[in-house]
């Protein structure tokens, strides 16, 4: 078995944009280019409030968050000052054009995270309460 697995060629992935990549557990990975075509994976999870990095804007080797645009290091995971807190970075090797990730990381790296939950009754979930989210109608 290879240590590495092929994902995509670095063409394949938008300038200043990003690809996703589902994994059979866990959260997606997200491959980033930059307009020195550089590219960067990291766990597609804010560390902030769980939003899509594969999102959010690519500047130099940042990703700001579509959700509060938290500045994240593509390098490292880790939100800019005075933001604080990381996702996870995954290891990226690109050969001739193709680009491949670690089969080791992303059989073992933030399987423990759960997706963010968004929507009726993501708040109520959260509390651990057993209402549910009910919209009031308007009053006339």
């Known amino acids: 078995m290879s240590d590495w697995k092929a994902i995509c060629r670095v063409d394949d992935i938008p300038v200043l944009g990003a690809r996703r990549v589902e994994r059979p557990q866990g959260i997606a990975v997200a491959i980033f280019r930059n307009a020195e075509d550089q590219v960067f994976a990291l766990l597609d999870r804010c560390p902030h409030m769980g939003g899509p990095l594969s999102q959010g804007i690519v500047f130099g080797t940042s990703v700001a968050c579509p959700l509060h645009n938290w500045t994240i290091g593509l390098s490292d995971g880790c939100a800019q000052a005075p933001d ?37 009754g993501a708040s109520s979930s959260a509390l651990r309460d057993k209402t549910s989210d009910v919209q009031a109608p308007h009053s006339p």
């Open 84 to 120: 604080v807190g990381c996702t996870v970075p995954f290891a990226v090797k690109v050969d001739a054009g193709e680009v491949s990730l670690s089969t080791a990381e992303l059989a073992t790296l933030a399987l423990d995270l759960s997706p963010p939950r968004a929507g009726p």
